[in-house]
């Protein structure tokens, strides 16, 4: 059996770095309704079904991977959202490979009318924030190149959240 960590130790910096090419490579959401968030994630913001089981669960993908986001309702069918105030997932953030990739999101969920919560640029980032029909809550967003991050003096990172200009993002969708 693994001992739990104390409070104390998982407050000290690690002693041993995990590797870095470590990724987070997909994240299963439970849903209320499966055939509404698959309008959703496949319908309005592009991704394609890959596999899915019967009416309780369905994996989607860019790009023909096995699954980036599972969706399912084996423990979640009708249900609501966790009310404010409770511990859970705060969103998921949504990598795209371009600026010009983002701004088609941004596209889509103006088409679909989907509002966003927030927009912004964080000097390393741009993002969109929004939710899912369940309530999840969704970043859509973009990297800068590294060396285009904003840092101090000192060298370390400096991130910011400034309001993302919209508009200007709009100008580099490709049709």
């Known amino acids: 059996m693994i001992n739990p960590i104390s409070h104390e130790a998982a407050g000290n910096p690690a002693t041993r770095p995990i590797d ?55 423990e979640s ?14 969103h998921v953030a949504i990598l795209y490979p371009t600026r010009a990739a983002l701004a088609d999101a941004l596209h889509r969920l103006i088409e679909a009318g989907i509002p966003l919560q927030g927009a912004s640029d964080h ?11 369940d309530g999840n809550g969704l970043e859509l967003y973009v990297d800068r190149p590294e060396d285009q991050w ?22 580099v969708r490709e049709p």
């Open 77 to 90: 069918k009708g249900g609501s959202p966790p009310p404010p105030g409770t511990t859970g997932l705060y």
């Open 20 to 74: 870095p090419g470590v990724r987070i490579g997909h994240v299963h959401l439970k849903v209320a309704d499966l055939e509404r968030s698959l309008a959703f994630y496949c319908g309005v913001l592009g991704f394609a079904l890959m596999q899915r089981y019967g009416s309780q669960a369905a994996f989607i993908s860019a790009g023909g991977y096995h699954h980036h986001i599972g969706l399912n309702t084996w």
């Open 150 to 171: 904003p840092r101090t003096p000192a060298g370390e990172l400096q991130m910011v959240t400034r309001r993302l200009d919209l508009q200007n993002l709009l100008t």
């Open 123 to 133: 000097g390393v980032s741009e993002a969109l924030y929004l939710s899912d029909p």
